[in-house]
């Protein structure tokens, strides 16, 4: 019996000075036990997202250090960026990853809500299946200190570090594919048609089109929410050939953060029609 | 540093017991250190194949634990079959796979030849980089005993067990597209057009038209002998393509024994465009 394993992806609101983002992401990387898997920092959206996997006590170990990182290093006062957030920490999920429940990480983003709040005097709301209520993030940011108490913590907000969502969610993948036409027309379009009830009715799939005003491309920007359901060969193969019937091309894709391995496998076997590809036939031993 | 990873495949020639099958499978799969990736049995060609991989040590030993199996088992005074053969144990290659180079694997081999031919009392030959002279499986096969003398053990045939070859090579794909039509001459075609100096111009690929009778499909047979430089997926595709044009379809694919992993990755990126993915990304913790 291996170790249970989670992910934890904490979004912080910082993505334009270099030394606090390697802060941040050092934390993370240098606990033992814990697998950095990938972080990006965006300047327009100020803020930068950390994944890491591992068993429960090193990440909850990462996630204290990280946390720490960012209560020292940011201060809302001064901060200004496109996106909602509610705290230097914005947002923190835990993910079943293998050999663990929902339930069980519900019960871990308690107590790592817990020890948040007593350690870094933050106020801590929690969210989706760590709250009873399944609050959504959404329904956090509307409502924090006004509707909603926090759960732990003071009850008004840190002065520079503001609060923290903490919580346990199912894997997603955030996942775009970028279009050669400037014409947001296409990608709306086309993530219109994604949907469940839509032509493509691709099941837990999440879709907008957008304009990336600085390279002249437009994007059809993904959440999976259901990966088990819903491939990512299959999901490009229909934004591509819907982009060359509407006279553009899918020219690259984009897999932000993690991929799960499940996924991964899915992808190889639906790519090439390999339909008794087995899990084992691939050498992790010599992965680039 | 991480412990050198080779891979070894041994081909024997038994195809049909399935006892027999078993043994030599569990003599590879209770060895500890030694990952079993695949194995297949073929009752056509009388034939198994199992892949394997580890440090040398460990798979030494599995290898020389395997083929003492073949040798109590295998008698080929009665072993029919298709396939050309030259003993219980057949061919045996070592392939470099981390932290080694195939010189060393060339070492390795010439080392394993040895041991086997003293313990087994086996002709052993060596071939392809683990052979001064870079014999290929076919010369050893056309000319053992006559023009080439074995490098280890008795200069004749075990009288049950025939002799092996053993060597060192590098790492190759099987892999089988497998087309609706019954008409073989299309798959003769597109395997044609797959060589480097056919229409496809695939580096390192060799391919052949076969006919799967039992099925009523046919197959292009693919072996691909420099996987860095020829994507699965770019293959695939262009079969299904050709597939589509000559009016019939690329109904399914198989890898046959071991994917290397760097090939498995190119795979992903390539069929979903995704120019920018890290190896990193992919959570390994929750591969299926």
């Excluded at 992910?7 to 983002?21: D, I, K, M, Y």
């Excluded at 520079?160 to 969610?169: D, H, Q």
């Excluded at 027309?185 to 009830?197: C, N, Q, S």
């Excluded at 002249?216 to 990966?227: D, F, G």
């Amino acid at each position: 019996m291996s170790d249970p394993i989670i992910q934890c992806v904490p979004n912080f609101s910082e993505g334009r000075r270099p030394e606090v983002v390697q802060a941040i992401v050092n934390a993370v990387a240098s606990t033992p036990g814990v697998r950095l898997v990938d972080w990006s920092a965006d300047t327009d959206h100020n803020r930068m997202v950390v994944t890491f996997v591992g068993p429960p006590d090193p990440v909850a170990k990462a996630a204290k250090l990280a946390a720490a990182a960012a209560v020292r290093h940011i201060s809302l006062t001064d901060h200004h960026g496109v996106h909602p957030r509610l705290g230097a920490i914005d947002v923190l999920p835990l993910v079943p990853i293998r050999d663990i429940t929902i339930s069980q990480c519900s019960e871990l983003a308690v107590r790592l809500g817990e020890d948040i709040a007593r350690e870094l005097d933050l106020p801590v709301f929690l969210y989706e299946f760590a709250s009873r209520q399944h609050r959504t993030l959404p329904d956090v940011r509307r409502e924090a200190f006004s509707e909603i108490k926090p759960d732990f913590g003071p009850m008004t907000p840190h002065p520079t570090a503001g609060a923290v969502v903490v919580g346990a969610r199912g894997p997603l993948i955030a996942y775009n594919v970028n279009l050669g036409a400037s014409d947001i027309r296409i990608a709306r379009r086309i993530a219109r048609e994604l949907r469940a009830d839509g032509a493509g009715g691709f099941q837990g799939v999440r879709a907008l089109g957008l304009a990336l005003e600085s390279r002249a491309l437009t994007q059809v920007s993904i959440n999976i929410t259901r990966p088990e359901e819903t491939s990512l060969y299959t999901l490009f193969s229909y934004i591509a050939k819907r982009a060359d019937e509407l006279g553009t091309k899918a020219v690259e894709s984009e897999v932000i953060g993690a991929l799960p391995g499940f996924s991964a496998f899915g992808l190889i076997r639906d790519a090439i029609a390999a339909t008794g590809i087995k899990p084992g036939q691939v050498l992790w031993e010599n992965w680039p």
